[in-house]
Every structure is written in C-alpha cells, then in structure tokens.
C-alpha cells in the first residue's frame, strides 16, 4: 500500500517534524548525550555537531523519501523470518492477504 499510494505531502511534513522533535527531546537524556558524542569520537574521531544533524534532517525532500519508498519496498525483494510457535503464513500476512 505503502508503495502503492506513496505518503501525502502532509504525512511526510508531519512525520519530518515528529522525527525532528523527538531527536530534539532525546538529547535532554544525559545519558543520551554522552552515547552519542562518544560515538562520535569513537567512530569518527570528532565532536558530535548536533546542529549539523537537524540540518541534514531537514534537508531531506519529499522526493528522496519517495525514491526510498520505491526501492526498497518491494515485495520480490523481501526476506522475512518468525521466531516462535505459530502456523501463520508470514508471507500473507507481509501482502496483506
């Protein structure tokens, strides 16, 4: 459906300035602050820059999601696995059948 129907301008804004907000409410956590800037010197060796990161994350277009959503929701690409008891047909399921 996903691929189908693409998002709404309106989903994709709503959803960019929710993903925003919460990367912005995350970094009032201590403890989230010191993972992701010694992350960053770690694996980047350098200073984390967290107006760097919002500004990426407002770059991105809706254009760019779409382009996503077309390569990579695609059915004859899928793998998919269960861990658990169940006779359910996971493949169904993922089609909406």
């Known amino acids: 459906k996903l691929k189908e129907g693409k998002i709404t301008k309106e989903e994709f804004n709503r959803g960019k ?4 907000g919460a990367y912005l409410f995350s ?9 992701i ?4 010197l770690l694996f980047n060796d350098k200073l984390f820059d967290m107006e760097k990161r919002i ?3 407002k770059a ?3 254009e760019e ?3 996503i959503i077309d390569d ?7 793998s998919a696995s269960l861990v658990g008891k169940s ?10 059948e």
């Open 17 to 20: 300035a929710q993903t925003v």
């Open 27 to 35: 970094q009032e956590n201590t403890v989230s602050i010191m993972n």
């Open 37 to 40: 800037y010694g992350k960053s």
């Open 55 to 57: 500004a990426r994350m």
């Open 60 to 62: 991105i277009t809706y």
């Open 65 to 67: 999601v779409c382009d």
């Open 72 to 78: 990579y929701c695609n059915l004859e690409n899928i």
């Open 87 to 96: 006779d359910c047909e996971i493949l169904k399921i993922i089609k909406g």
